[in-house]
């Protein structure tokens, strides 16, 4: 008798505990040491009670209830019911947990609303505010029959499924094919991850079929598939993308993209992947701009293939393309290599690089390092001589040259520079790779550029495979011609009647055969001076001798220049700063005339150069 009361004292104090426990939930929120998470695959709802990390409590009881209705549709921790039918559900789970010492109880219950989203062409979860698009003219043809400026417009718009292209040249599948994919959610929960089932409806002549699922992980490739399952490692949206091509038929390419969501929890993050990165032909590393930094990319991806672009053009316009297998170890992906958007990376990707050509900020150089390689330019002489009573041209040649025998470099696959150069170096110096460093001109890539207005030569080399070249030696021969009358005219008001010409290296970029960053720093190591050579006829002044006379002095609008029988052979003017504001080339024993009237009023130097030597007198322009 007395054991049947101590139990009967027991049960009302547990239930007591009970009461309390929910009396304090009601006020206080207790979870009773557990949480809920929930979530829709399709139509399935799957959901489960989890335990707080500090929780010492064991459930007792659970029962989940559409909660709109009351009706039980689970009993136990773990549900997995089929709703049967798309729409929106309010799901509760109400559950009670007993401590692990028996003593105390609790009870809670949790309501989440789940929307089980039917699959559709445009989808209401998609349309979203926080996308800024740009204007990028890259166009997509939706699922609705609707073109869009690009694929950020058709997401913007709620669009699930588009085509690379406009709606209007959509191949057909009697020309090259069209793409299609099918997809399904299989299974998986929040903390699990989902397996999303891939269907290959690709119809036409295609010969490369490749799926990229979304989430950056290894893409797959393959001639001919029909299914592929894939598992995500966490829930979200997710932008696939199906691609197919012909690598005999030029042209033959579609690729597809569908934006998707694992699950119905995903649908309330709203947070749509990014877009893709788009093309421009000749920007191979992606930074917006063409010039000799991207034949280190080429260089890195040489021989290797991918999916073509889709209406690919070598016009600087920004172009949708699909992504391919390999990033370099910056993160450039290598389509931006592909620059004719043929699918294959090779010396063809150079060209787009020429015609869109902009010059290399050295601005943005890497600093250089102190135990670093160097890289220099040499000259072939010592000094030159100018003959002021001479008309012909000035010759400059030197030496682009990497390492020293003191310090070599090793393992060097690419190198890109600037080079820096006088004022009186004419348009267009060239430079002519040498193979004694990097190799036979068949087992590299080499690229120059002249930007006469910046007064910068860029020039750029790379390895087509390999591990690179080690050692130090000439990479390039650099042919100069010089303006002989800017020459004369900056050493004549040089005191020493010498000036010194240096070649400045600057912007170096270079990379190893994984592409991974080299240090080479630049120096200067040569000197090339440039004398001017006297001689009587160059030191008595034309007008000294009565050979030459200007008028009129002061003058507005015209100079009449009156030779003694002189051949000129160039005429330039230049003002207070020393600057030449105006020159002639001449030819003739006649009397010459300059404009003047679009000169600033001022006081001016006139200088003559002639077969009998060179005069220079002082004007005044009003």
């Known amino acids: 008798m007395r054991k049947i009361v101590l139990v009967s004292l027991l049960l009302t104090a547990f239930f007591s505990a009970v009461r309390l426990s929910a009396q ?195 893409m797959y490739q393959n001639s001919q598939w029909n299914t592929k399952d894939h598992h995500y490692q966490s829930g979200g949206f997710y932008n696939v993308t199906l691609s197919a091509w012909n690598v005999n038929l030029p042209g033959c390419v579609s690729s597809i993209s569908k934006t998707f969501a694992t699950d119905a929890l995903s649908l309330e993050d709203k947070h749509l992947p990014e877009g893709s990165q788009y093309v421009h032909p000749g920007d191979g590393n992606g930074d917006g701009r063409a010039n000799v930094y991207d034949l280190l990319s080429i260089g890195k991806g040489y021989a290797t293939s991918g999916v073509p672009r889709p209406d690919a053009t070598i016009e600087w316009v920004p172009q949708y393309a699909p992504e391919w297998q390999f990033c370099t170890p910056g993160g450039t992906n290598y389509k931006h290599m592909d620059s004719n958007g043929d699918g294959v990376i090779n010396e063809f990707d150079i060209s787009p690089i020429e015609m869109h050509y902009a010059a290399i900020e050295t601005t943005n150089s890497l600093p250089p390092v102190d135990d670093a390689p160097v890289v220099f330019v040499d000259f072939d002489k010592d000094t030159i001589v100018v003959d002021p009573a001479s008309n012909a041209p000035i010759e400059i040649s030197a030496n682009l040259r990497i390492g020293t025998p003191e310090k070599p470099v090793f393992g060097l696959y690419a190198m890109a520079c600037a080079l820096r150069y006088p004022e009186f170096v004419e348009h267009d110096p060239t430079m002519l790779y040498d193979p004694s460093f990097f190799g036979s001109s068949n087992f590299v890539l080499s690229l120059g550029h002249d930007i006469n207005t910046l007064q910068q030569y860029d020039f750029g080399v790379a390895h087509k495979n390999g591990n690179g070249a080690n050692g130090y030696g000439r990479v390039a021969e650099i042919n100069m011609r010089a303006d002989y009358i800017i020459i004369i005219d900056i050493i004549d008001r040089a005191e020493a009647k010498i000036v010194p010409f240096i070649m400045p290296v600057e912007g170096i970029r270079a990379i190893d055969a994984a592409g991974n960053v080299k240090l080479l720093q630049p120096t200067v190591q040569d000197t090339l001076w440039i004398k001017l050579l006297s001689t009587p006829s160059s030191t008595q002044d034309l007008f000294e001798r009565g050979k030459v006379r200007i008028f009129p002095n002061p003058a507005t609008d015209q100079l009449q220049i009156e030779t003694n029988n002189l051949k000129i052979e160039a005429i330039t003017i230049t003002n207070a700063m020393g600057q030449v504001v105006a020159s002639e080339q001449k030819n003739a024993h006649l009397i010459n005339a300059i404009q003047v009237s679009d000169l600033p009023a001022g006081i001016y130097s006139v200088r003559i150069i002639s077969d009998q030597g060179i005069g220079e007198q002082k004007i005044m322009v009003k």
């Open 24 to 218: 304090i939930a009601s006020d206080v929120v207790l979870d009773c040491g557990y949480r809920m998470e929930i979530t829709a695959i399709g139509t399935q709802v799957v959901g489960r009670l989890l335990p707080n990390a500090t929780t010492n409590t064991v459930i007792t009881s659970a029962r989940w209830y559409n909660a709109e209705t009351e009706e039980l549709l689970f009993s136990g921790e773990n549900i997995n019911y089929d709703m049967s039918t798309y729409g929106e559900y309010k799901i509760k789970v109400a559950y009670q947990t007993i401590s692990t010492t028996g003593v105390l109880g609790c009870s809670n219950q949790y309501i989440k609303t789940l929307t089980l989203l039917e699959p559709a062409c445009v989808q209401p979860f998609a349309l979203t505010d926080n996308l800024i698009c740009g204007p990028e003219y890259a166009p997509v043809c939706g699922c609705n029959g609707i073109t869009y400026t690009n694929e950020c417009e058709a997401k913007q718009a709620g669009v699930s499924t588009w085509w690379a292209g406009t709606c209007s040249t959509q191949p057909s599948a009697t020309e090259c094919g069209t793409t299609d994919l099918g997809l399904e959610v299989l299974s998986g929960s929040p903390s699990q991850g989902y397996t999303v089932r891939f269907s290959n409806l690709a119809d036409g002549n295609f010969t490369n079929i490749q799926l990229d699922f979304g989430d950056h992980t290894q």
